[in-house]
């Protein structure tokens, strides 16, 4: 678990930076913006290629999808149902409190603990598939709806439908999964260049996530109930759906239930404070919930493994 820590500790002192260049005013709330929207339509596109690209097929259309899928969506609904009858949300700020509870972040965090927990990389793919795929256009197509009515653009139906396609993650994610099923072989030249546009992504997000951290309020001012549900939603309850299903519906296999059981209880993915920059739609909401989320899902990531591996 030591390596896994310090990737938690890595990711801590990026944000660190971010936080001490503001602190410094070397970077400010338009420099935060700056770096969202770089990461949102050129590192994150890039990234989402490459993982996709070379992702293992044969873990993405399995029963682990079934089960991840039930998850996140159980856990999704329990927050919009709160949402709507205790809080009563916009339906903006729903898209991000939802994406707050279920989005997991696959990437930066994703990768190392099922290099080190899982010994297989390739666990990735499934979570993170289902989020590209699934949740991320629809939600995202939701706020450009929400945010072209709020500046007194025109909508169509026919505009909202093809959102998702003019999406510039979404169409990172289809383009990678097309060059995988089909098999096609890329120049060096241009995977190496995609890798090196790729690799902005994570670093900008952290830094944007630390600017705010020093610009913005602290964690938890007005909305900590809400945050406080949106935190055990994610590291607990999506976790131990994932085992439930896993162990007692679909009889998986022990390092399958591990899998998906560790997968579900990574902390909420920075890419969520991203969609809600862009969108200008509860940013303090999405950034509270990455914050608490990734120093509670380190117990909850290790007593969820030590669980598994005694049931």
């Not at 169409?171 to 190496?192: D, F, H, M, R, W």
Request: charged share 10%.
């Amino acid at each position: 678990m030591g390596d896994v820590l310090s990737g938690f500790f890595t990711i801590w002192f990026v944000i660190g930076i971010g936080w001490l260049l503001a602190q410094f005013r070397v970077l400010d709330a338009n420099a935060q913006r700056v770096l969202s929207q770089v990461s949102f339509w050129v590192g994150l596109p890039a990234l989402l290629f490459g993982s996709l690209r070379q992702a293992e097929l044969a873990r993405i259309f399995s029963l682990n999808v079934v089960v991840s899928l039930l998850a996140i969506f159980a856990t999704l609904g329990s927050y919009l149902l709160l949402a709507s009858t205790l809080w009563r949300r916009s339906a903006g700020h729903k898209v991000i409190g939802g994406f707050a509870s279920c989005y997991v972040n696959a990437n930066n965090m994703g990768l190392p603990i099922a290099a080190y927990v899982l010994h297989d990389t390739s666990w990735v793919a499934p979570i993170l598939l289902i989020q590209v795929v699934f949740l991320q256009p629809v939600g995202l197509s939701i706020l450009d709806a929400l945010s072209a009515r709020k500046n007194g653009n025109k909508t169509s139906a026919m505009r909202n439908i093809t959102l998702p396609l003019r999406n510039p993650m979404t169409i990172g994610v289809i383009a990678g999964l097309l060059v995988n099923l089909t098999g096609i072989g890329l120049p060096g030249l241009l995977t190496s260049t995609l890798d090196l546009v790729g690799g902005i992504a994570v670093p900008a997000m952290l830094i944007a996530f630390g600017v705010s951290l020093r610009t913005g309020p602290l964690p938890g001012h007005g909305n900590l109930g809400e945050t406080a549900v949106i935190s055990v939603l994610k590291v607990l309850v999506q976790p131990v759906l994932a085992f439930v299903l896993a162990r007692f519906v679909f009889n998986l296999d022990p390092a399958t239930t591990l899998a998906v059981t560790v997968m579900a209880g990574l902390p909420t993915a920075q890419n969520v404070f991203i969609f809600a920059m862009r969108g200008e739609e509860s940013v303090q909401l999405a950034r509270d919930a990455i914050f608490v989320t990734s120093f509670a899902s380190i117990p909850a990531v290790t007593g969820l493994a030590a669980l598994v591996h005694l049931l």
